[in-house]
């Protein structure tokens, strides 16, 4: 399972209800399942996905994030996470503001397109990165929003949000210490536990 998954078990209560944004097949909410006893949904756009989710037994519904959450009442889930989700979608900021009215909490990670890696790459090729980590070229990508932790933090503060934990991936153990103390140039992917 990816780190940014194993991170954001701690925010996760016991027996609470749970919206998986962009759940792939299933394999976190799986693990909650099992790990927490929570009742789980996922929304997810890839029939393929959703079929290998549904054959292990999970509830996901197909739905596209981009035409909104409006089919959930406010408040309806304890925990609404969207991993690895937010570069991809059209309206970000559109998308946090339904999963913050839906769920009490929410738990977003994303990668941090300003880590140094993304900028030697860029600075010293002249091109966009392509990495085990990010392997798409710039015109495959689904990756449309290029967001760093800066600039989440600031969305944050023009939203009126609240970061009530973070937490960064580095790219070794040692690269964790140094993606908390300078988490804009040294996180591979950027963890928040966010809420109104």
């Known amino acids: 399972m990816r780190q940014d998954l194993t991170h954001i078990l701690q925010w996760i209560q016991s027996g609470s209800r749970v919206l ?7 394999e976190f909410l799986l693990q909650l399942q099992r790990d927490r006893q929570v ?16 054959a292990a037994g ?18 309806s889930f304890d925990t609404v996470v969207m991993a690895h ?22 738990i977003v990670t994303f990668p941090n397109f300003a880590h ?9 090729r002249g091109r ?8 798409y070229t710039w015109y495959d990508t689904p990756n449309i ?14 939203r009126n949000i609240r970061i009530l934990h973070r937490d960064m991936v580095g790219s070794e153990r040692s690269g964790h210490r140094l993606a908390r103390s300078w988490p804009n140039l040294f996180a591979n992917t950027a963890i928040y536990h966010i809420s109104r």
Not at 85 to 104: C, T, Y
Request: net charge negative.
């Open 20 to 26: 998986d944004l962009g759940c792939a097949d299933g």
């Open 39 to 54: 009742d789980g949904l996922g929304l997810e756009i890839d029939a393929n996905l959703i079929n290998r989710g549904l």
């Open 58 to 75: 999970l509830n996901i519904i197909e739905q596209d994030l981009d035409g909104g959450l409006s089919n959930f009442p406010d408040k």
């Open 85 to 106: 989700a937010l570069q991809a979608v059209r309206s970000p900021h559109l998308v946090l503001d339904e999963m913050l009215r839906i769920g009490s909490e929410c």
């Open 116 to 124: 140094w890696r993304c900028r030697l790459y860029l600075g010293t």
């Open 128 to 135: 966009m990165p392509v990495s085990k980590f990010m392997p």
């Open 145 to 158: 929003h290029f967001c760093t932790v800066e600039d989440f933090e600031k969305l944050c503060v023009d």
